[in-house]
Every structure is written in C-alpha cells, then in structure tokens.
C-alpha cells in the first residue's frame, strides 16, 4: 500500500503564490508516475499536472506557464509550485498516483486533498 498525504494549500491573493507538496510513503516502488488533480465546488475533478518516471511533465492547458511540477526522489515527495494564481484556481488539490501492475493493491492512490483558495 501506498500512503499520499498533500500540504501547503491555503488562502492566497490573487497573483499570489503557492507551493503545494504531496509526500509518499510506504511501497513507493509501486508508484512512478503521480499527478495533480484539483476540484472546484460543484465542479468535476480535474486534471492539473502531472510528473512521469523519467521526469517528464504534463500541465491541463489552463494552468500552462503559471503552474510547475516537480520531485524530490530522495524525499519521495512531488511538489507542485504555482505561481500568478487566479480566483478560478480556488479548488481542493489532490494528488494521484497511478499504481504498478505488479503490485497488489488499488488501480491507483489518492491523498486527502488541501484547500487552495485565492481571493481577489
């Protein structure tokens, strides 16, 4: 099993900046890649960033050259810097990792999420 636990959301003005962090722990082998999905009030979860195993990166186009996704392997921690943030980025983020096929276990991990709310 794989634990994900996110932190560093909070209330932040607009144009203001965060820097979110999502901690792994326990089979860590079995996860490679691991994603950033976040969700508005009555809105779907959506996808946000994501960090391959080869360092490659991916970004929903809404946050393009404002968001950057990065990992520290060492401290099996993924962080998601974002920067000229905006109201409409006020969502809770949580963080995904998809799970290997040839681990035991769910289809992929989820953390509980951290509030992000930007104010104007």
């Known amino acids: 099993q794989v634990r994900l636990v996110e932190s560093g959301g909070g209330l932040v003005q607009a144009g203001g900046s965060l820097r979110l962090s999502c901690a792994a722990s326990?089979?860590?082998?079995?996860?490679?890649?691991t994603d950033w999905y976040r969700q508005a009030p009555g809105k779907e979860r959506d996808f946000v960033a994501s960090?391959?195993?080869?360092?490659?990166?991916y970004y929903a186009d809404s946050v393009k050259g404002r968001f950057t996704i990065s990992r520290d392997v060492a401290k099996n921690t993924v962080y998601l810097q974002m920067n000229s943030l905006k109201r409409e980025d006020t969502a809770v983020y949580y963080c995904?990792?998809?799970?290997?096929?040839?681990?035991?276990?769910?289809?992929?991990?989820w953390g509980q999420g951290t509030q992000v709310t930007v104010s104007s």
């Open positions: 995904n990792a998809p799970n290997s096929d040839y681990c035991p276990g769910p289809a992929d991990y």
């Open positions: 326990g089979e860590t082998i079995c996860i490679s890649t």
């Open positions: 960090i391959a195993g080869g360092g490659r990166a």
